[in-house]
């Protein structure tokens, strides 16, 4: 029977401590999107006069209702592209016992070492060339090529700790191996599929530079580069900002605590891999 002593107790008050500190920037986000423009009082200060005008303004002067529809269209096309792309491609990487698929890996996984600025200026004139600047399908075709490699690299690892047994039975019912993929190995991915989803969703939604330089100038924004526009070199208006990032981080985290378990799978999975 496990007795509860005072080195138990150190380490709940500990863990306590952490989870506060963790918390601390959450409550200062939402502490200064609910302060008045005015209130100069500090961040840390609970807010007493407590307005949600920051909220309506915010969604008025960034077009945050058009700039989520951009990002979640990108977003959502982008990751899917992604998810199909990557999984496909990690399979027969991953059980083609071949040298080319070995040397084929090692490829995909250059491109986790190449920094993405080093293609920055030959991308942009790429998709000027093609006629895309302004759109949004410059951005799904920018992050599904620039995080495929990294998708590849955790399917691969993912799959390769997979019993082929299914994929053996399936084949004697006279499945072909797109059959076998699609209704037998994908639905054992789910675990590193919620994993690839999350992180991927992540990165599309926060990233700020690409869409600043594909889509400056258009009226499609994300919402990174819609919030920046409260940012200026003589004012910027922080309680909008603070209020923005609330209304924008709301579908992330919706997303994430939905997909919690998976994700916590997918990462045990892969590090038993």
Avoid: H
């Avoid at 961040?43 to 969604?59: G, K």
């Avoid at 016992?97 to 986790?112: I, N, P």
């Avoid at 037998?184 to 700020?208: A, E, K, M, S």
């Amino acid at each position: 029977m496990n007795r509860y002593t005072g080195r138990t107790l150190g380490i709940e008050l500990l863990m306590l401590g952490v989870t506060a500190l963790f918390f601390v920037p959450l409550y200062i986000l939402i502490n200064l999107s609910l302060k008045r423009t005015d209130d100069q009082s500090s961040p840390l200060a609970p807010v007493t006069d407590i307005t949600f005008q920051n909220y309506v303004d915010a969604w008025q002067q960034a077009s945050l209702g058009q700039a989520l529809l951009t990002s979640g269209f990108v977003t959502v096309v982008s990751v899917t592209l992604i998810v199909v792309t990557a999984a496909m491609a990690a399979y027969r990487l991953a059980r083609v016992a071949r040298g080319w698929s070995r040397w084929a890996f090692y490829g995909f996984m250059v491109g986790l070492l190449l920094p993405f600025q080093l293609a920055l200026i030959p991308l942009y004139t790429t998709v000027r060339d093609l006629g895309l600047l302004g759109s949004p399908w410059s951005l799904v075709l920018f992050y599904t090529g620039s995080q495929i490699p990294f998708s590849i690299f955790l399917y691969t690892g993912f799959i390769r700790v997979l019993p082929p047994e299914y994929e053996e039975a399936a084949a004697i019912d006279g499945c072909g191996s797109i059959q076998t993929f699609w209704r037998v190995v994908f639905p054992l991915l789910r675990p590193i599929t919620g994993t690839v989803v999350i992180l991927n969703v992540l990165q599309v939604w926060n990233d700020f530079l690409t869409p600043l330089l594909y889509l400056s100038g258009s009226g499609n924004q994300t919402v990174p580069v819609a919030l920046f526009s409260f940012v200026s070199q003589y004012v910027s208006q922080w309680n909008l900002v603070f209020a923005g990032l609330v209304i924008t981080i709301t579908p992330i985290l919706l997303v994430y605590f939905a997909m919690q378990k998976t994700i916590i799978q997918g990462f045990a999975g892969g590090l038993k891999g």
